[in-house]
């Protein structure tokens, strides 16, 4: 096909598809430099209190016996205090002290990433950010709750060990505010959620699906900034990931286990990041219209001066032709 603009429905971001820029999907995978697995000796979450962390937040299994923690994390960018962040003037800027929390969310075993988890354990995973979510809830400081993944250097992981990050902050992100925005303005226009729209043409359409489940569906979107670019979305529309039932979380974590594989397989075990966006915390009833997804972005392109100048993504993989490679 020829290079097309295309229009995010709800951002309204423009991207340039340009499948005849670059190579053939299977030729811009390239094999990956070897990802180096720390020594369990030294993993400073083989056992962590034993490492300077304190006191588990959350405690899955007994002390000796743990599947999974949440601690706090020993480099926060966001800190909690007896006060809330409130913004003051810096000369003409507007600055606010980084008031929140950063914690980590540990998997006991050493080698296993989320792809290797079983069922069971990737679905307490999800059940894990679930549950501090709700707990976080409970602080009148917090505007919004980030939850993401960063797996191998590429994508910022410094520690090989499998976690997973838990940062609440006093601000609304950007690009969430973007998304929530666009959501609640084609919304008011159309009355039907745009995300269950885009949900709908793409199981009609089929070409973009990579994998669904009863209540669960991952496609490469028609508007896919980068290369491989994947969106898992509970079938029915869910604004807030905290308010989601067992079996929808177990579906939406099903899914995201079956697309890390068929990334690992596909696309020669690329480094990855993953992560929530769902509805924030301040005005609830403003933002029922959005629907919670999670978006996985391998590591394959470099943004170069053209992205960086004008804020305008150039990706050179046909979602249709990313969804078919990673179909198989």
């Known amino acids: 096909m020829k290079s097309q603009l295309r229009q995010d429905l709800v951002s309204g971001d423009w991207i340039v598809i340009a499948p005849n820029r670059g190579k053939r999907p299977h030729q811009l995978v390239k094999k990956p430099e070897i990802r180096k697995a720390a020594p369990v000796a030294s993993c400073p979450f083989e056992n962590p209190q034993k490492t300077g962390h304190q006191k588990p ?9 743990w599947q999974l923690q ?5 480099f926060p960018a966001f800190t909690h205090r007896k006060t809330c ?6 000369g003409p800027y507007s600055v606010a002290h980084t008031v929140g929390h ?14 290797k988890l079983s069922s069971i354990e990737a679905h307490q995973v999800f ?9 976080l809830l409970n602080d009148a400081c917090i505007s919004y709750v980030a939850i993401f993944h960063n797996w191998g250097p590429k994508a910022g992981a410094s520690i090989f060990h499998p976690h997973y990050q838990i940062a609440a902050i006093p601000v609304l992100p950007p690009d969430v505010s973007r998304s929530l925005n666009g959501s609640w303005g084609y919304f008011q226009k159309n009355k039907k959620c745009v995300h269950c729209l885009m949900i709908a043409e793409e199981l009609k359409n089929k ?20 290369p491989f670019e994947v969106r898992i979305f509970p079938k029915k529309h869910l604004p807030y990931f905290e308010n989601t039932l067992d079996q929808e979380l177990a579906d939406v974590a099903m899914a995201l286990q079956v697309v890390l594989r068929k990334v690992k397989r596909n696309l020669k075990d690329p480094d990855y ?10 005005n609830k009833e403003k933002y029922k219209p959005y629907h ?9 392109a470099i943004m170069a001066g053209f992205e960086l100048g004008t804020g305008i993504e150039i990706n050179a993989v046909d979602p249709d032709d990313a969804a078919k490679l990673l179909r198989k």
Not at 103 to 114: A, D, G, K, L, P
Not at 273 to 282: E, G, V
């Open 70 to 74: 949440i601690i706090e994390n020993k």
């Open 292 to 300: 919670w997804h999670v978006e996985v972005r391998p590591k394959i």
């Open 57 to 65: 937040i959350l405690l899955y299994g007994d002390a000796k016996n």
């Open 85 to 90: 962040s409130f913004v003051t003037k810096q």
């Open 273 to 282: 990041n993953f992560f929530i966006h769902t509805a924030p915390i301040l």
């Open 207 to 226: 070409s973009r699906i990579i994998y669904q489940n009863k209540g669960a569906v991952a496609f490469a979107p028609f508007v896919s900034k980068e």
């Open 102 to 115: 950063h914690e980590m969310v540990i998997t006991r075993n050493h080698n296993q990433s989320f792809d």
């Open 127 to 135: 059940e894990a950010f679930r549950d501090r979510y709700l707990m």
